[in-house]
């Protein structure tokens, strides 16, 4: 543990050797097409397959009211869940299909099964169904007003729910304040856009009158449960294995309409049924991210300390409540990393007629990160203050932990102003400002402005309720280790490797970790909110304790003395006063499984545990982005990047500088490029990469990379969660960095993504 070592993953990968959905190939299968609604809001009168029923190699099309015997209604959140006087649901259903209406642009309606898929997407083109355009809200503010069309018939609303979090006198504090700085600030619609985009095949099981499916997905135990309850199986009837998955960033978590849809053609034609979505379906149907609106209030004394803070958030849920609960989670974040002790946020979930939104990278954390970071930079700004400054003036102390912030949370450990220090100092902070006021003191037409911006960060992270491990020794001295955590790139499997390599004394080469298949691994929750090692991590070192003890006990009858007396070092179960005397891991194994064994010990050498996290963990970091703009054409360019991250004991450095690589390039391109855009009518305008910009590697710098370590002690390795770490901290600090470029010019505030065209806008008009 904390060894650099290559990834264990990496060679068959790179040999070509993967095994994705896209790239099985059972006896027989057949490939599906989906016939997706063009209107955002659509009252489906009919549909006319008669055409593709007639071409050659299709096997069957079905539509919603097909699906309706095969199919319940598929699983959504609780509306209620977690807020003041919320209800539970009445009118919102989503189906396989689309029964009655089409809610978003996008919406499946029809499905095809054919014998090749050119054949399937060629018959899907000559169905022809007759819409009724119903009235489109695509704008959460709109949705929200007096007289808004109700997305779901039978409602009175669009809203899903309110959650209010109030602590301290609120209205004192910002009658008594110096200043008070108001916001409003967009979080912007984005992408997932994974790598491999999702993909679904079904097969029949006539073992079990069930059926086996493959999917990308982040959380096959969940799917497994979903698709069982929408079937109407037992879970024991459906196995789901998740293969090699090509990135998910929180859009593959749980089930999707294809995964039971598959599911069900599968065993209505026993055959089996695959589909994969290509980008367009990726913009329209996979769920987005972030799509909040926020104002924002500080109420700020003459030094720079924070004394109040208003915050009210409208999210945008889309057609269908999939996370509700994470606006909730932006509020509960709110106040970052501050002591700030009044406050009164509000978190507001509403309906539109846009593809759902639900969790990516981060979620929930991230906008609370963006909201407080960019208000930390109102206030030094209106005051006249250092950005760091008025920071450290805020900073919740060290010795406070843990700490229980004024929404409800409590922060296990945490040291904000050492991460703020080594950040500016790897950064040259005082230098930099020096550099900023000759640029600004020699005006140059032709010279870059440049721009520092700091982003302190908080996150919550390792979810529970529970995750699991089994850690079996083979006879031979080998290690398998089966897990309930569903890597989807991260490098789980080395990382895991490392631990076990470590507690049991085995060589890193002889251990196997298998993930991703609910008929082999334990039951698990899978991969998200960068729970992986925290709560993983935790079920793994569980599993192996038992089993190093038991390791000892066979290892102290086969040396003839008492288990106190064995100590395991360098990967030798020996005897602590005759170190000569010593078993490897393998000798001890064969034994295990052999009739030498006394009464008092069972035979084998495995355990299965599941590991309950007591609480949340917050890792946290500060990060400093320093920029240049171009005066002539609004051009950003990032010159500079220093990400200091304190995620406590590091067991693999090089995979957690991975997660950290991966986490600023996508929130550095939430703040200079992404966005999800729909028209007033509910269309998608950013449905490709003609409209959608995602960033090339040579838009980045290489980025400097530093740490603190705080480790927690809500679990057996200290560690806390570093996968989302990075987006978090990275969007605040490249737009306070822009931000501060312009500020000589009285720019105070531009919403993301910080375009060329708006940034040269900004400048323009404040010449």
Known sequence: MGATVKRKEDPRLIRGAGAYVADLKLPGMLHLALVRSPYAHARIRGIDASAAQALPGVVTMVTG????????????????EGSEGGEVY??????VLAVERARHAGEAVAAVVAASYPVAVDAAQTIEVDYEPLPVVSDPLQALAPGAPPIFEGLNDNLDHRRRRQKGDVEAAFAAAHVVVRQRMLNQRLAGFPLEGRAVLAAPDPTTGGVTLYSSTQTPHQVRSEVATVLRLNENQVRVIAPDVGGGFGVKIG???EEHLCAALALQLNAPVRWVENRLEHMLATTHGRAQICDIEAAAAADGT?????MRIVADLGAYPLAPVLPDLTTAMGVGVYAIPNVDLEAVSVYTNTTPVAAYRGAGRPEAAYYIERAMDLVAAELGLDPAAVRRRNFIPPDAFPYKTPTGLTYDSGEYDRALSKALERAGYAELRREQAHRR???????PLLGIGIACYVEMCGFGPYESARVKVEPGGAVTVSTGISPHGQGTGTTFAQIVADQLGVDFDQIVVRHGDTATTPMGIGTMGSRSLAVGGGALMGALARVRDKAIRIAAVMLDVGPEEIELCERCYRVRSAPHRALSLAQIAARAYSRKLPADIDCGLEATE???PPDLIYPFGAHVAVVEVDPETGEVRLRDYIAVDDCGPRISPLIVAGQIHGGLAQGIAQALLEEVVYDANGQLLSGSLMDYAVPRADFFPPFTLDQT????PLNPLGVKGVGEAATIGSTPAVANAVIDALAHLG???LDLPLRPEKVWRAMRGRR
């Open 709 to 712: 370590e705080t480790p927690t």
């Open 306 to 310: 924070i004394t109040a803070l208003r």
């Open 65 to 80: 009211r097909d699906m309706l015997p095969l199919c319940d209604p598929l699983p959504l959140a609780s509306s209620g």
């Open 255 to 257: 089930s999707y309409p």
């Open 747 to 749: 720019v105070r505030h």
């Open 441 to 447: 003191a020699h005006a140059d037409p032709a010279t």
């Open 90 to 95: 009445t009118g919102r259903v989503r189906h």
């Open 610 to 612: 599941y590991f309950r």
